[in-house]
């Protein structure tokens, strides 16, 4: 209660003294981990008190159009350090380290080139290869601004609150954070009295899980509080001199949200407070709800160094959204979706207005996105228990089963996203429209998701990053592209096209030939296996294999063949490659602990 006292104190005082103190404007940052913006009450739901955050909210800008590229941690951070999207950079991977080139540099490098103190507190999980502290001029727990070498230096904070953060549901931890008193032993919000999604069955469990979620967002509000109350502690001329940020690191931590590129994966609180001294970079001209612009993570760092009248960089992709000279809205939001831990995915979706078009470019696989490591959540254990037990109405068992390449929403009549309108006739317009904006969106970022993963150390062996090779002739880039576009159609007048791809001299065309194969449930594709099963890249064997347990049925048979491909003394094949291997044998019932050995053995666990 102390530090919401402190707060409301602290934005009254603000707003009605003299301003005193030139110079930088300081930039502090407070970014929470998995919270979809639906949960917050200045985004609608009341279920939980938020006061510092609320506070915060009615004397700034809360801007309720705001979206993560990715939604996921490590892969969205990497867009936020740079201004551009991860799928340019080949950073779009979760728990990968690739080099990105040097011109890409990260946002504090400037700030540190124009004198400023930048701090992190202390999440870092950049997913590049890099010295991830090193950025920073101070980067552990205890970073912070009161740290910086005089009163008058101007800083950059940043503060990273784990507290909502997906694992903060597993039992273990829910336990530990009780024991601490972080959350009630009972929630505080009745299980049965909270709003469960439309695209979520109404398990016990996953009740449960979001009304502990709620007293995680509480705990979280608690933590904010704290670090405004440090900032109070500070002479007033840099209390009035500050630009305070609050924003989460992507939405989700339930099912069908983090991981996933529907709107409770991608839409994420975002909150400015600019003081009344620095009211001429607030181009708003006012305190309250901007719905008339939208933004993206590509954006941050841009908006950030505008803040400070730092140059921004011609290669960041962002388009600044406070500050002097502020640029027009971009039309269209891009959003990636790819590997996350042991399991492949490839998924794409543009905004436009209210419409969101998601593009599953692997259709033979089920359109909900998950890793393994979600199911440390009781909710996410029931719900395929669910579908495992065959309990689950069919709307919510959808899910769980491949339903094509193509989904379409409009998220003004259908906010939770459940009526797929891809498939009919009076929407074909929309559909072709977005189809096309996607597919520009994704030529013009050069998306290094069509460059398979498995390809990259081989790659890197040539090329000093994966974005270099896609701009070079050896890559063959457009062609590629139209590779992976064709087979991600899923339109049965491509499948001789499909089929010659197998063919081609290109392995990444090769490849996505394959993954045609598999989406159009071709059977009749003896000459196309006999070509990929004698092919010089493992991983397009590795798709042969598949194509044998999707296609044909014969599971057995592709079990022993990718237990016979894997290879740990065979340096030539990557990481990428076995940890695929090992995902696809585990999905075809090989035992948990044998998995995890082998996944120890391959440095993924």
């Known amino acids: ?75 969205a951070r990497a867009t936020i350090l740079t201004g551009v999207n991860s799928a340019t950079l080949g950073t779009h991977n979760m728990r990968s380290r690739y080099p990105i080139p040097p011109k890409f540099k990260p946002y504090p490098t400037y700030f540190k080139e124009a004198g400023y103190y930048c701090t992190n507190a202390s999440k870092t999980d950049y997913n590049i290869k890099m010295k991830d502290a090193s950025i920073w001029d101070e980067c552990k727990r205890t970073a912070h601004f009161k740290n910086r070498p005089s009163k008058d230096t101007p800083f950059l904070a940043v503060f990273n609150i784990e507290l909502t953060h997906e694992s903060n549901l597993f039992d273990g931890k829910i336990a530990k954070n009780r024991e601490k008193n972080i959350i009630p032993n009972i929630p505080e919000n009745s299980p049965d009295s909270v709003a469960v999604p439309g695209y979520l069955p109404n398990l016990p469990e996953i009740k449960s899980d979001i009304a502990i979620y709620y007293d995680c967002i509480k705990a979280m509000d608690r933590r904010v509080g704290e670090i405004i109350s440090d900032l109070m502690k500070e002479p007033k001329n840099v209390v009035d001199n500050t630009i305070i940020f609050y924003y989460s690191d992507h939405g989700g931590i339930l099912p069908r949200q983090k991981r996933n590129l529907n709107k409770d994966g991608t839409q994420v609180p975002l909150i400015v407070y600019i003081p009344e001294k620095l009211k001429h970079l607030n181009p708003f001209g006012h305190s309250g709800e901007i719905s008339e612009r939208t933004v993206d993570f590509t954006d941050l760092a841009p908006t950030i160094l505008n803040l400070a009248g730092i140059r921004i960089p011609e290669q960041m992709q962002g388009k600044p959204f406070l500050g002097q000279n502020v640029d027009r809205e971009k039309s269209d939001i891009f959003l990636i979706s790819s590997r996350f831990d042991e399991r492949t995915y490839f998924s794409r979706a543009i905004m436009s207005g209210n419409a969101r078009y998601i593009r599953n470019f692997f259709a033979f696989m089920h359109p909900l996105i998950v890793s393994n490591y979600a199911f440390g959540q009781a909710g996410w254990r029931a719900y395929w228990r669910g579908f495992s037990d065959g309990s689950l109405p069919d709307e919510f068992a959808y899910w769980w089963k491949p339903q094509g390449a ?79 576009w064709t087979a991600s159609e899923c339109d049965k007048a491509d499948e001789k096209k499909i089929r010659k791809m197998v063919e081609s001299g290109n392995p990444f065309i090769r490849y996505w030939g394959s993954v045609g194969l598999l989406n159009l449930k071709l059977a009749d594709v ?80």
Request: glycine share 6%.
């Open 526 to 605: 003896d000459a196309e296996l006999q070509k990929l099963m004698s092919d010089s890249r493992d991983y397009n064997r590795a798709m042969a294999y598949l194509i044998i347990a999707n296609n044909l049925g014969r599971k057995d048979e592709a079990l022993k063949e990718f237990a016979s491909l894997l290879d740990f003394k065979n340096a030539s094949q990557t990481q990428a490659t076995r940890r695929f291997l090992i995902s696809q044998m585990a999905l075809l019932g090989v035992n948990s602990k044998e998995i995890a050995r082998l996944e120890a053995e391959n440095g993924d666990s």
């Open 1 to 75: 209660m102390r530090a919401l006292n402190i707060l409301f104190l602290f934005l009254g005082f603000v707003y009605n003294s003299v301003c005193f103190g030139e110079g930088k404007p300081n930039i502090l940052w407070i970014v929470s981990e998995d919270n979809s913006a639906r949960y917050m009450p200045m985004y609608g739901d009341k279920s939980c008190s938020t006061p510092n955050l609320t506070k915060l909210s009615e004397c700034g800008l809360v801007f309720k159009n705001a979206f993560a590229n990715a939604p996921v941690c490590a892969v």
């Open 406 to 484: 193509h989904f379409l929403y409009d998220t003004a009549s259908d906010p939770d996203e459940t009526k797929n309108l891809a498939y009919g006739k009076s929407h074909g317009k929309l559909l072709k429209d977005m189809k096309n904006r996607l597919k520009k969106a994704m030529l013009e970022s050069r998306d290094l998701g069509v460059i398979p993963e498995f390809a990259y150390d081989e790659i890197l062996k040539k090329h000093s990053t994966v974005y270099d090779f896609a701009r070079s002739s050896e890559c063959g880039y457009e062609k590629v592209f139209e590779a992976a």
